[in-house]
Nanobody, 122 residues
Framework: QVLLVESGGGLVQTGGSLRLSCAASGRTNSGYVMAWFRQVPGKERKAVASISWSEGRTYYVDSVKGRFTISRDVAKNTVFLQMDSLKPEDTAVYYC???????????????WGQGTQVTVSA
């Protein structure tokens, strides 16, 4: 079992920045892929970015390229999502996830965090 705990969400104005953190514990696997997803009410959960734990290889969906950066601190078992130039359409609950495939999809993720709310005001 892998436990994922997110933090760092909040309210920010358009153009602002937030940094999300995801601390992993339990039976973590160096071969795993870590990812961030987001979900708005009534919509499906969608992938935002993935990072391979061992190599640091990254993947981003087009809507966040150039604005979001995913990274990891191997020593601290923590994954980050730096979000810059935030837009109102980035408003969602953001979830951290872990699984075996790169890039990670909602169907292949094995472990999920509890989610953290990000709200971007216009």
């Amino acid at each position: 079992q892998v436990l994922l705990v997110e933090s760092g969400g909040g309210l920010v104005q358009t153009g602002g920045s937030l940094r999300l953190s995801c601390a992993a514990s339990g039976r973590t696997n160096s071969g795993y892929v870590m990812a961030w997803f987001r979900q708005v009410p009534g919509k499906e959960r969608k992938a935002v970015a993935s990072i391979s734990w061992s190599e640091g290889r990254t993947y981003y969906v087009d809507s966040v390229k150039g604005r979001f950066t995913i990274s990891r601190d191997v020593a601290k078992n923590t994954v980050f999502l730096q979000m810059d130039s935030l837009k109102p359409e980035d408003t969602a609950v953001y979830y951290c996830a872990a699984g075996p495939y790169f890039p990670l999809s909602s169907g292949t993720a094995r472990y999920w965090g509890q989610g953290t709310q990000v709200t971007v005001s216009a």
